[in-house]
């Protein structure tokens, strides 16, 4: 899952109402948030600094999934949040070239191609919520029609 890839092709994966979700055909940008096995308290925390963006999201045509092994690795709920939980043999991270200890920030466009990518460091630093909101805002602005569409930029290594 690094800059460039495209998100697999999932077709069986569910969010945590059991409802079948699509994520390479959804028509949005999206964030993608894979969270550390067990309640991570760091986790949590970016989770919720992600989710108080969901209004501005919204505005770029962004949508917000969080992704963990069961309901209480992606707290919080709330509306216009995607949570995709059940993962317990982590085959939707290993699809996704993850470890099972990996915690991971992605931000896609609408055809499923990542454009920033982080994973968290030792001290459990993620990219800046603000940060991730620019990159919604970057993707959604590229007009495909003229032919000179932005490539991915990069890792977020260079703003911690």
Same mark, same amino acid.
């Given at each position: 899952m690094e800059v460039g890839d495209q998100l697999p092709w999932l077709h069986d994966v569910t969010d945590d109402h059991g409802r079948p979700l699509d994520w390479r055909?959804?028509?949005?940008?999206?964030?993608v948030f894979f969270t550390h096995p067990g309640a991570c308290a760091g986790? +949590? +925390?970016?989770? @919720?600094d992600l989710v108080a963006?969901?209004?501005?999201? +919204?505005?770029?045509?962004? %949508?917000?999934?969080l992704v963990g092994d069961t309901a209480d690795d992606v707290m919080p709920e709330?509306?216009?949040?995607i949570r995709v939980t059940g993962d317990t043999d982590h085959l939707?991270?290993? @699809?996704?070239?993850? +470890?099972? %200890? %990996?915690? @991971?920030?992605?931000?896609?466009d609408r055809w499923g191609q990542i454009w920033q990518t982080a994973v968290a460091d030792d001290r459990h630093t993620?990219?800046?919520?603000? %940060?991730?909101l620019e990159t919604?805002?970057? !993707?959604? !602005?590229?007009?495909?029609?003229?032919e000179t569409l932005d490539q991915p930029a990069g890792d977020w290594s260079s703003v911690r």
């Open positions: 055909d959804t028509r949005r940008n999206r964030i986790c +949590s +925390s970016h989770a @919720r963006l969901r209004a501005h999201l +919204s505005r770029w045509d962004g %949508d917000l999934w709330a509306d216009d949040v939707l991270r290993q @699809r996704c070239g993850l +470890s099972a %200890d %990996d915690a @991971r920030v992605a931000v896609a993620l990219v800046a919520p603000a %940060d991730v919604i805002k970057f !993707i959604a !602005i590229q007009c495909p029609e003229c």
